[in-house]
């Protein structure tokens, strides 16, 4: 057993003892020596364990973004009975003497009614812009489209109303995969299928890998939508869709599933230049998701390459990746 000895006090491990010899000008010096070394050899043997624990237990949760996803699909917040309103008055309440209101309520009825009006109004114009207005700038008047080969094969853009030129048809194929990364522990990789299969009519799917390092190993997560779409909004250079559909994850502990709403531009400004923009909303289980992706890219007899942002928030779990791909179109 180690021992020693610091101005008349005599130490061994967990246990200090004050010299009996100590005396004077260093008594009250080697009291505080004493209490301190005390206080230290109990944090040592008791609390020190305890405070390493709680901060090795409190790093995996912050990192483990994919189980963080889990639990918000899979596990509702919790919820708040709300006291349910007192019904409205009947009329002939309103008309009581006791009340002495009826002018009054009759009013706050119309002013109502008046209110609710306009932001209808306001709400339904505003659900229909996204729509309206890109087919009113691109001056599409319900001509009938169709694809060359490829982008910019002997044309201005993606798109003509001539279904006459060798090689133009009806329907259009995308096929696309990429890789991106948060930077960070988080890893993803990318399929997407999506095109048009006559008269506006297409479709639209993707599934997502990730992949995450954890301090316990390794977690995965597999997540999807497939979608009805309709092609809006069109000329040479701009194609708009917008569908609806199902989104989708899975893992090792089950699947889940809920509805998804997509809205897609795709511009073909010069050649060899694709911009794409997707924006999905819906739900998984018990939460709601929002995705948001912007590339650009090259393309060349239907072959391209492309970079951008993929991001996706699902409840209040935010991935971002900055992704690189390939694509075909045919």
């Not at 260093?26 to 070394?37: D, E, S, V, Y």
């Not at 890893?187 to 006559?198: E, K, L, S, V």
């Not at 409840?315 to 075909?328: D, F, H, P, R, S």
Request: aromatic share 12%.
């Amino acid at each position: 057993m180690s021992s020693g000895a610091l101005n008349g006090i005599r130490y061994r491990r967990g246990k200090t003892v004050l010299d009996s010899g100590s005396r004077g000008f260093g008594f009250a010096f080697n009291m505080r020596l004493l209490k301190f070394i005390s206080m230290f050899e109990e944090i040592r043997m008791h609390r020190l364990p305890a405070l390493l624990l709680i901060v090795a237990s409190a790093v995996p949760a912050d990192a483990q973004t994919l189980n963080a996803i889990r639990n918000q699909v899979r596990e509702p917040a919790g919820s708040s009975r709300i006291a349910a309103a007192p019904a409205s008055l009947s009329k002939r309440e309103k008309q009581s003497p006791r009340s002495g209101h009826s002018v009054s309520c009759d009013n706050d009825d119309g002013l109502n009614e008046l209110v609710g009006g306009l932001v209808g109004t306001v709400l339904v114009a505003a659900a229909a812009t996204p729509f309206v207005v890109p087919r009113a700038a691109l001056r599409d008047e319900g001509a009938r489209g169709y694809f060359p080969d490829y982008p910019y094969d002997a044309n201005a853009g993606s798109l003509v109303y001539d279904s006459a030129p060798p090689g133009v048809h009806n329907s259009l194929i995308v096929l696309q995969t990429d890789y991106g990364a948060d930077f960070d522990s988080l890893n993803q990789a990318h399929g997407r299928i999506f095109g048009d299969i006559g008269q506006r009519l297409g479709f639209d799917s993707e599934v997502y890998y990730r992949h995450e390092n954890v301090p316990s190993g390794n977690d995965e997560l597999w997540q999807g939508d497939v979608n009805l779409t309709y092609r809006f909004a069109q000329n040479e250079f701009w194609q708009f869709r917008a569908g609806l559909g199902v989104n989708w994850l899975a893992d090792k502990f089950g699947t889940d599933a809920g509805f998804n709403t997509t809205y897609g531009v795709e511009w073909f400004p010069k050649d060899p230049v694709v911009v794409s923009s997707t924006i999905d909303w819906g739900r998984i289980g018990d939460s709601s998701v929002f995705h948001f992706r912007n590339t650009v890219g090259v393309t060349h007899n239907g072959w391209g390459i492309f970079t951008g942002h993929d991001y996706q928030s699902v409840g209040g779990v935010k991935i971002n990746a900055w992704v690189n791909g390939i694509e075909y179109r045919f």
